[in-house]
């Protein structure tokens, strides 16, 4: 045999070593253990993941919350609306009432904002109130579209441990569960029943989950804590 020939034979035997290696190494990795030494702090609440997006029906705040009866003040009517809008924020049925708006009554002029403010389970949720549009015709006997109009946002938003709980069982029931990035073990901190938040802020409470690493067969689990976070309109995210 030729040298050239022994050495292309040598070169084409290393390679396939180390190609069986990195297989081996691969398959290693491949058989995740249940997760042990896992780096960090566990939050204290179990979440078993699954169940549907959580998120509170239209109607069902409509029938905790009557309309306004006829002739009532466009102050009324808004309270109405924010009381309904407090319990889809929330995404859980709990008692929730009027408050008040400053200076009694919601301004008339387009522009105008006002502090209005509902009590939801005895937590005061504050709404600001901008008035978008005002009618042209003001009679008793005016059709509903030419009220004013409204645009509303929460100053706090307020949120029920129940609620965040089943949010994040839902996201993380959105993964593969056989898969390998598969959340394992989800928790959450210990919530107060009731809460209210920054809007457009984090809570200042952590969900998590279990990340996994491997390198030639040496798994590395940590606990990935995730900000509850909830949007300018209020509604809760982790990320």
Known sequence: MSRALVSAVAAVTAVVTLLSGCTEASHRCDDRPEPSDVRGHQRPVEIRPGGKRPALAGAAAA???PAAGRGASDTERILVRLQRETLLMADDLRPVRPGRCTG????DRAGATARCTVLYADVEVPWRVRITDTPRDTSRDAAADSRPRYEIRPLT????????YAAYAWHVGRS?????????????DRLPDVFTAE?????????QDILWSCRNGDFDFAWNDLPVRADEHGEVSFE
């Open 104 to 107: 009694g009554e919601l301004p």
């Open 63 to 65: 029938r905790a919350v």
């Open 199 to 207: 809007p457009g802020e984090d809570t200042g409470y952590y969900c």
């Open 157 to 164: 938003s307020v949120h029920t441990a129940r609620a965040v």
């Open 176 to 188: 593969d569960a056989a898969g390998p990035l598969a959340p394992r073990d989800p928790r959450c």
